[in-house]
């Protein structure tokens, strides 16, 4: 499964985005999740999303952004709403299951205060 992530950009603070994850493939059986890197620190989970539809969220993001998936359409989302410029970071889609790990090539997101 390949993942192509999308939707990053500038974004003033205060403001949304909406990232996407495609996927070459099903996403089915795959729990979906996404990650965030700033220049400096280590990779952090933001969302994730089982197959069940099950989410958790890191506290930094709760109440803020909100992660969906669509299977039809091998695509996962993340709803990123009041925007803060700690948020910004390159954020990476990931899809686990099956005894496999995959991930995606980064989308950067710019918060300016």
């Known amino acids: 499964v390949q993942l192509q992530a999308s939707g990053g950009g500038l974004q003033q603070a205060g403001g949304s985005l909406r990232l996407s994850c495609a996927a070459s493939?099903?996403?089915?059986?795959?729990?979906m999740g996404w990650y965030r890197q700033a220049p400096g620190n280590q990779r952090e989970l933001v969302a994730r999303?089982?197959?069940?539809?099950?989410?958790n969220y890191a506290d930094s993001v709760k109440g803020r952004f909100t992660i969906s998936r669509e299977n039809a359409k091998n695509t996962v989302y993340l709803q990123m709403n009041s925007l803060k410029p700690e948020d910004t970071a390159v954020y990476y889609c990931n899809a686990n299951g099956r005894g496999l790990d995959w991930w995606g090539q980064g989308t950067q997101v710019t918060v300016s205060s």
């Open positions: 493939g099903s996403i089915f059986w795959f729990n």
């Open positions: 999303i089982t197959t069940g539809g099950s989410t």
